[in-house]
């Protein structure tokens, strides 16, 4: 197995020491827009419809993703660094951006949403194990001793709630607006 695919299996797995060692890896940073966008492509396949222009549904997911993701550690730089700082905090935006990265990875189980049955189960379980690996991540990258600060960062972050929110368009049915607002 190449290390990509071994980082992706630690990621999943919420294993601190692929989080240190991505976090360390200043070459690790193409590689977790890679889990960035694979995570995308599997959201946007999740929530394709029948007649749907599938490769601009899966284009926009992920241009969102990565501008997202971009944004989202910068903000957690900010209130990670600044706000909510232990005296053994050293980061940059460079770190956060690999270990959220790879916490992005459970989001790849989002491809199934669209299917009957088990697709919102999928989206809820995808949704909620990435929320954990992110904050995993973020206490990785951050250098927090404990994950309840990590926590507080990541929901006292303003792009927190409106990450989520952004991925549930007007277009989408009722159901699935539902399911997506429920897993917030």
Known sequence: ?????????????????????VEADRGATFQALIVVLL??????????????????VI?????GALIGWVVWAVVIY??????????????????????????????????????????????????????????????HALDYRTVWRALAVWSSSPSSASR???RCSERETEERRTICHASL
């Open 78 to 139: 900010g209130f990670g660094v600044y706000v909510f700082q232990a005296p053994e905090t050293q980061s940059s935006v460079g770190e956060l951006l690999r270990t959220t990265g790879f916490a992005s990875a459970p989001a790849m189980l989002r491809a199934f949403t669209g299917l009957p049955v088990v697709g919102p189960f999928a989206f809820v379980i995808g949704s909620l194990w990435m929320f954990v690996a992110m904050v995993v991540g973020v206490q």
């Open 39 to 56: 995570a995308s492509v599997a959201t946007g396949i999740g929530f394709l419809r029948v007649g749907e222009p599938w490769v601009g």
């Open 164 to 166: 989520s929110r952004r």
């Open 59 to 63: 284009a926009i997911h992920a241009a």
């Open 1 to 21: 197995m190449t290390q990509f695919m071994l980082r992706i299996a630690g990621a999943l797995g919420l294993d601190a020491q692929t989080y240190e060692e």
